[in-house]
């Protein structure tokens, strides 16, 4: 399956502050999706990213594909304690775009 | 929709046991997926399906390991005999097979092998 890498791996912030995942591969994506599992939970799907520079947002979440369609990142403006959790990065498997391969993860812990 | 419904929640289990994971995907959706969760290696994906065939699992660890898919709304994996190693949360997640749907993921069954 793809290797993917998530960074930081961990990050700790003051509630109000901002957060940002990034997602790395070695190889060019045909897709990209985000996730979020709560503490003692279980992935969430977010979003999914197709286009080259494709950016989208949620509320004071914004999503971003790389031009080059190899990186893709999540911020979070100002978290809120209701954030905390791993983001996961997703990548698909060639072109069939349905065999999803997780990244490693970012756990992000809001501090009040 | 109730979402994707597995059982048990909870599995304690002695080395050498059979386990039986069990999982009801969300009605319509044709692609189903075995994840394992560990600290160690993350979310792994064990076996895909699609229109109840299995398609790829390259990721299933070992012989000890099998799924199947009998119909569209049941799915199960087994590990026989189970080892400590096993211990892990395993996730069922079903979608669409059409390109760019994501995954819904049921509650996860926490496996312990004792």
């Known amino acids: 399956g793809q290797q993917v890498m998530q960074i930081p791996q961990y990050q700790h912030v003051q509630e109000g502050e901002d957060f940002t995942t990034y997602c790395n591969s070695s190889?060019?994506?045909?897709?990209i999706q985000w996730y979020k599992q709560r503490p003692g939970g279980h992935p969430v799907f977010l979003i999914q990213?197709?286009?080259?520079?494709e950016v989208k947002k949620q509320k004071r979440l914004t999503f971003q594909f790389g031009e080059a369609k190899k990186n893709s990142s999540l911020h979070i403006t100002a978290t809120q304690t209701t954030d905390v959790g791993t983001y996961f990065c997703?990548?698909?498997?060639?072109?069939?775009?349905?065999?999803?391969?997780f990244g490693t993860g970012t756990s992000l812990t809001v501090i009040p | 929709d109730a979402g994707v419904i597995q059982s048990p929640r909870h599995e304690v289990t002695e080395m050498g046991q059979e386990v039986t994971l069990r999982c009801k995907p969300i009605?319509?959706?044709?692609?189903l997926f075995w994840y394992r969760q560990t600290m160690m290696r993350g979310l792994e994906l064990l076996i895909y399906?699609?229109?109840?065939?299995?398609?790829?699992d390259s990721g299933m660890p070992e012989d000890r390991f099998s799924a199947k898919m009998p119909n569209a709304s049941f799915s199960t994996l087994k590990i026989q005999p189970s080892e400590p190693r096993d211990s892990a949360v395993y996730f069922c997640?079903?979608?669409?097979?059409?390109?760019?749907?994501?995954?819904?993921f049921g509650s996860g069954t926490r496996l312990t092998v004792v």
């Open positions: 997640a079903s979608s669409y097979s059409s390109y760019g749907y994501g995954y819904t």
């Open positions: 190889t060019t994506l045909s897709n």
């Open positions: 990213l197709v286009k080259s520079g």
């Open positions: 997703a990548v698909a498997e060639g072109n069939t775009g349905n065999q999803f391969y």
């Open positions: 009605s319509g959706h044709n692609s």
């Open positions: 399906f699609n229109n109840n065939v299995p398609i790829d």
